[in-house]
Each structure stands twice: as structure tokens, then as C-alpha cells.
């Protein structure tokens, strides 16, 4: 926790894993959406959040996370038009349900790096927020579309934030499976 003129300032409530490569065309656009959408942010939001920059995502971004945080990835995402923007639930990118279409531009996709965190009993609850891809070559700017689309894109990521720092973490849980027991 955080001292601030003598309070103690509450812990973040939100992880913000921004995933990306500034040199590889689309890749970059959740770089340039935190880039642009965190300094504009207020001081209050900000201590919300423990914001991390990971090129490619890993299952150690999620494992280390504190009971009660939230986490939000934000990437380019492909299998997705160009410039669309998603926005996806954990828990159903983990489930595989054949609805969602994202994936991340890296190796290993999203919904199996939840899944490995699943397995080892570390899925937070939280959201992929995504943006289609037109390009991922390296040495590329962002995409015309993607740039087009970039406000839309900030207003979904500042939208997740807000929620998930809102959301009380018990409420967020998966339910409880009923007994059989009367």
C-alpha cells in the first residue's frame, strides 16, 4: 500500500497487461492507446491501476497477480476485420467458446496463456480488450484502419478499467456449484 500524505492509499484494483511491438505494424496499438489514454487519465484512476508492458503475454503476467485484482489485456488482435474492436471476458476465451474469435498476433494465444493460468489456479477475473489487425510486418507504422479506429479502441480500454475497478471481486467470481445435500 501506498503513503500518501499520511493516508494509506488503496492497493491498485486493476492489472493492465499492454502486450506489443512498437516496430511491427499493428502490433503497436495497444502501445500508442496506453500511450496516449494513461497520461490523460486522472490521479485517482491511475492509482487503480499496476500497469505492466509485456511484448508477448506469459502466464507469469498472471500468476503473481494479489487475490482481488483484476486483470486487462490489451493487444492487436487478429481473426477480427481490421480496426474492429473486442472486447472479451476471460473466462470465455478460456472456455473456448466458438463465438470468440481473437487471438493475439504472438506464438501462444491469449485464451491458452488464461488456460495455463487456470490450470495452475491463478485466472484472475478479467478482460481481453482487443483491436483487429491489418499488419504485422516488422519495420511497419500502424495500419490506416487501426489509426482510424485508435479513440474508439481508448474509450473500450478506459471502459474495462473503470468496470473492473468498480466490480467487487467476490461479485466477479465464478458461482459456487450447488451441493446435492438437502
Partial sequence: MAMTDGWIAAPPRVRLLVCGAADRGDDGAA??????????????????????????????????????????????????????????????????????????????????????????????????????GRRFGFGQGLSRVVRAAMPAYRDAILAEIERLAVMPPDRARRPRRRSNRR
Fill in 31 to 132: 502501445l500508442v492507446a496506453a500511450a496516449t489514454l494513461l497520461p490523460a487519465l486522472s490521479e485517482a484512476q491511475r492509482t487503480l491501476l499496476d500497469v505492466r508492458r509485456c511484448g508477448q503475454l506469459d502466464v507469469e503476467d498472471l500468476v503473481g497477480m494479489p487475490d482481488g485484482m483484476a486483470g486487462l489485456i490489451v493487444d492487436a488482435a487478429i481473426g477480427v476485420p481490421p480496426g474492429s474492436i473486442v472486447t472479451v471476458p476471460f473466462g470465455r476465451l478460456v472456455a473456448g467458446d466458438g463465438a470468440v474469435g481473437p487471438r493475439s498476433s504472438h506464438a501462444l494465444p491469449v485464451s491458452q496463456v488464461l488456460g495455463l493460468a487456470e490450470a495452475l489456479g491463478h485466472l484472475p477475473r478479467g478482460t481481453f480488450v482487443g483491436i483487429g
